[in-house]
């Protein structure tokens, strides 16, 4: 028996949901604002779209976008920077970015930049700190913190 791509997509959301209320100190259904770091891959491509879908579950969850620009890819990186505003455009999500500034083009420098610009944002956007969340996908692993 076959089964439909709507079937695998509410089988992968229950998983996901089962997976945050294991593991996560607030219930999906509780949370109230999802941080979320979105690089343009598919993988935090993915993680959005999940979001979007969890958001339509639970109603007054607000969504906020923080995409970092490495300036390592010129061209790709203004790409992937123009698709992920636009897709949050679309979907009606918050959108945030910034660019490194540094001049040191490593993974440290970048991580801490990086983390730099999460901390700000959600220090300045959060209204529910206890039930706000940052998510990440990182080459196929999924974080929560």
Not at 19 to 30: G, H, T, Y
Not at 72 to 85: D, I, K
Not at 128 to 137: D, G, V
Request: glycine residues 4%; positive net charge.
């Amino acid at each position: 028996m076959k089964l439909s791509p709507k079937v695998y997509q509410h089988r992968f959301e229950m998983q996901v949901e089962n997976f945050i209320d294991n593991f996560s100190s607030v219930k999906a259904n509780q949370l109230k604002e999802l941080f979320l770091a979105i690089s343009g891959g598919a993988d935090s491509v993915a993680l959005l779209l999940f979001a979007n879908q969890l958001q339509k579950k639970n109603p007054q969850l607000k969504l906020h976008v923080l995409h970092f620009n490495h300036q390592s890819r010129p061209q790709e990186n203004l790409r992937e920077h123009n698709f992920v505003q636009h897709l949050c455009h679309k979907l009606n999500i918050y959108f945030y970015s910034e660019s490194y500034k540094g001049v040191r083009h490593k993974e440290e420098s970048w991580r801490k930049a990086r983390y730099q610009f999460f901390e700000k944002i959600m220090k300045t956007q959060t209204l529910f700190p206890k039930q706000s969340q940052l998510w990440l996908a990182h080459q196929g692993i999924v974080t929560g913190k």
